[in-house]
């Protein structure tokens, strides 16, 4: 099932591409690996940011509710 599945995908002679010259098939498999090589690449790079960025963001949150806890309560003594 699953090398069915991969070779609908992967395989020039079972794939939409198959209609194609050979020159033609190359040319767009290739096109075809680089764009989803950047997409993985761009969606592993922003989970790997995305928990980083959310820590930072939390703790300049609470700097600011320091700050401003510390402005209150200088102003009520």
Do not use: A, C, D, R
Request: charged letters at 10%; glycine letters at 6%; proline letters at 3%.
């Amino acid at each position: 099932m699953i090398k069915n599945y991969y070779n609908l995908v992967m395989s020039s002679e079972t794939n939409g591409l198959s209609e194609l010259p050979n020159m033609v098939k190359f040319q767009l498999m290739t096109l075809l690996s680089f764009m989803w090589s950047i997409v993985f690449t761009l969606m592993v790079g922003s989970y790997l940011v995305l928990g980083p960025t959310m820590f930072l963001h939390v703790l300049f949150l609470i700097g600011i509710f320091f700050t401003s806890t510390v402005y209150k309560n200088s102003k009520s003594q």
